[in-house]
């Protein structure tokens, strides 16, 4: 199936502030080799069939390359992120501008939300991740937009700050429902709570789960199209893990943007109308 994608250019990208554990504003970061790692995430998912459009960046905005964050669009209305951290702040207007001028239904969140970072649509589910970054009062405004079930997630474990670093939805993910495409997800079971493990073990007993360290390299914040999961080339495990499940595992390498804290997923947002 194609999808539509948004993605935003890192002409920008450094990192000049520490908001979570991968960055480290002491270490150099060469943006000539982030812009060509995302012109190839870019070329890869044109070369799957996908089409891929483009928001253009903003000096002072350095994150703004991880789309994900930016929204969460859902049968075309685009829900918009409302950032933790003041550094990241300006993003969600801008991104919510650009959804506006493309005709897209918009929401304005009231409760801080990072976007697709920590909502991912799993079937006629929204799995929701609260925890480190977005506020388990916005899932009752989602379920309210999309009426659908939310089911509240909390990551515990700061490396996996947000929902889609721990749990990447291999297939499900295209809003046509559970009766049309059956949900397959992965994701690592450490980064949860107990009481988050559980269900996702209720909700999804066949799931792949992830080893830490496949995880620690961000391999599940990996794109998936329901056939081709677009991943980390350091989760190594993980690829073979996918092959097994008849998945075609497509490696790129992100590794300039990893000091962002951020690979293949942060910076790919699904456009579902």
């Not at 190839?40 to 002072?60: A, F, K, N, S, Y």
């Not at 049968?75 to 959804?99: I, M």
Request: proline share 6%; charged share 25%.
């Amino acid at each position: 199936m194609t999808r539509r994608y948004l993605m935003c250019r890192p002409t920008y990208f450094t990192v000049s502030y520490q908001i979570n554990p991968w960055m480290d504003t002491s270490r150099p970061v060469d943006t000539a080799r982030a812009i060509s790692q995302w012109e190839r995430l870019r070329d890869v998912h044109r070369d799957l069939g996908h089409e891929v459009v483009l928001i253009e960046p903003l000096t002072g905005l350095p994150d703004m390359v991880y789309a994900a964050n930016g929204a969460t669009v859902v049968d075309g209305t685009a829900y918009s992120a409302l950032f933790k951290h003041p550094e990241r702040a300006a993003e969600g207007p801008a991104y919510l501008a650009w959804f506006a001028e493309h005709d897209f239904a918009t929401r304005e969140a009231r409760h801080i939300n990072e976007g697709e970072g920590d909502l991912l649509l799993a079937g006629d589910r929204i799995l929701a991740g609260y925890g480190f970054r977005s506020e388990r009062s916005s899932h009752a405004e989602i379920a309210s937009l999309w009426h659908r079930e939310v089911v509240s997630l909390e990551l515990v474990d700061p490396r996996f700050y947000h929902l889609d670093t721990a749990l990447t939805v291999l297939r499900g993910d295209d809003g046509a429902g559970p009766d049309q495409t059956p949900v397959d997800v992965a994701y690592y079971p450490e980064a949860f709570s107990p009481e988050s493990r559980a269900r996702l073990e209720a909700l999804f007993p066949d799931a792949l789960r992830a080893t830490e360290a496949d995880a620690v390299v961000l391999g599940l914040n990996s794109v998936s199209d329901g056939e081709h999961v677009v991943i980390n080339p350091a989760a190594t495990d993980y690829a073979g893990a996918l092959r097994d499940r008849g998945y075609e595992p497509v490696p790129v390498d992100t590794s300039e943007l990893l000091l962002g804290g951020g690979g293949a997923k942060c910076c790919t947002l699904v456009l579902r109308s």
